[in-house]
């Protein structure tokens, strides 16, 4: 009897610690994608920041800072840290167009004063086909102009940056041509903020 009731101590005891850890975890470790559903049919895939390392390098082959595109990293040298993703895709979950985000960490610097870096890619049925393309990156300041690329691209916009961008937001499309309807849209903060 003493035996069952110390392994139900233990047990419960384990139980208990392991609620606790996982209570403990930050909410931007945490974080796994969210999921919504758009008027249109379309979904949009919010990626928290690891998450959306995790999905460039298995879609691109390797993480940002070895990417081989254009002979180098397309955001520049140390743009190695992600800010999240969104991705948005059709009613069948069939990827349409994600856009990423990434920032370069300074040492002894603010996370709101780090550059930010953002790239926005044709996927799916669109994916080397020409295509309109628009990124807009916004930094956390007001009296600081956004940062656009648009135009027709077969692979990517972009890269477009900000100096102090971290917490800024990013907005973007994708049409088949300048004047037709939007065949994919979205919007989000980079970065872990508030």
């Given at each position: 009897?003493?035996?069952?009731?110390?392994?139900t101590k233990?047990?419960?005891?384990?139980?208990?610690?392991?609620?606790?850890t996982a209570a403990m975890a930050s909410p931007a470790s945490a974080a796994e994608s969210r999921t919504t559903k758009n008027a249109d049919g379309t979904y949009t895939i919010e990626y928290s920041p690891e998450e959306a390392e995790k999905l460039f390098?298995?879609?691109?082959?390797?993480?940002?800072?070895?990417?081989?595109?254009?002979?180098?990293?397309?955001?520049?040298?140390?743009?190695?840290?992600?800010?999240?993703a969104q991705r948005i895709t059709d009613s069948g979950g069939v990827p349409i167009v994600t856009a990423y985000s990434w920032y370069k960490d300074i040492p002894d610097n603010g996370f709101y004063e780090d550059p930010t870096c953002g790239l926005l890619y044709s996927e799916g049925n669109y994916s080397g086909k020409s295509m309109y393309l628009s990124a807009t990156l916004c930094d956390n300041y007001v009296d600081t102009p956004c940062a656009t690329d648009a135009g027709y691209y077969a692979?990517?916009?972009?890269?477009?940056?900000?100096?102090?961008?971290?917490?800024?937001?990013?907005?973007?499309?994708?049409?088949?041509?300048?004047?037709s309807s939007d065949l994919a849209r979205g919007s989000f903060t980079v970065g872990a903020c508030n």
């Open positions: 009897m003493r035996v069952l009731r110390s392994t233990l047990v419960l005891s384990v139980l208990l610690l392991l609620a606790a390098a298995q879609e691109h082959g390797a993480p940002l800072g070895a990417q081989p595109l254009m002979g180098s990293n397309p955001c520049g040298s140390g743009y190695t840290h992600s800010g999240g692979t990517y916009a972009g890269p477009v940056r900000q100096t102090h961008g971290y917490c800024g937001k990013y907005y973007f499309f994708m049409k088949k041509t300048k004047t």
